[in-house]
Nanobody
Framework: QVQLVESGGGLVQSGGSLRLSCSTS????????MGWFRETPGKEREFVAA????????YYADSVKGRFTISTDNAKNTVYLQMNRLKAEDTAVYYC????????????WGQGTQVTVSS
């Protein structure tokens, strides 16, 4: 089992920045891919970004490309999501997730952290 704990959410003005952290523990060697998703009321959970734990192959949703950066620090077992030039539409609960390299779905999820961008 892999445990994920997000932190770093909060309230920020439009145009500002936040960095989310996802601390991992447990069978972290099985979590070959780490991802960030977000959810707003009335909408399906949306993919934001993903990266291999090696730090290679980062992928982004078109809506955040060029503004958000996902990265890993394996020494700290932590995955980050640096969010710059935030917009009101980025307001959501952000979730960290993990899956194995061979899995087609994310198997482990954190509890989420709220990000609110005021316009």
């Amino acid at each position: 089992q892999v445990q994920l704990v997000e932190s770093g959410g909060g309230l920020v003005q439009s145009g500002g920045s936040l960095r989310l952290s996802c601390s991992t523990s447990g069978r972290t060697f099985s979590a070959g891919v780490m991802g960030w998703f977000r959810e707003t009321p009335g909408k399906e959970r949306e993919f934001v970004a993903a990266i291999r734990r090696t730090g290679a192959n980062a992928y982004y949703a078109d809506s955040v490309k060029g503004r958000f950066t996902i990265s890993t620090d394996n020494a700290k077992n932590t995955v980050y999501l640096q969010m710059n030039r935030l917009k009101a539409e980025d307001t959501a609960v952000y979730y960290c997730a993990a899956r194995s390299l061979t899995a087609s779905v994310y198997e482990h999820w954190g509890q989420g952290t709220q990000v609110t961008v005021s316009s």
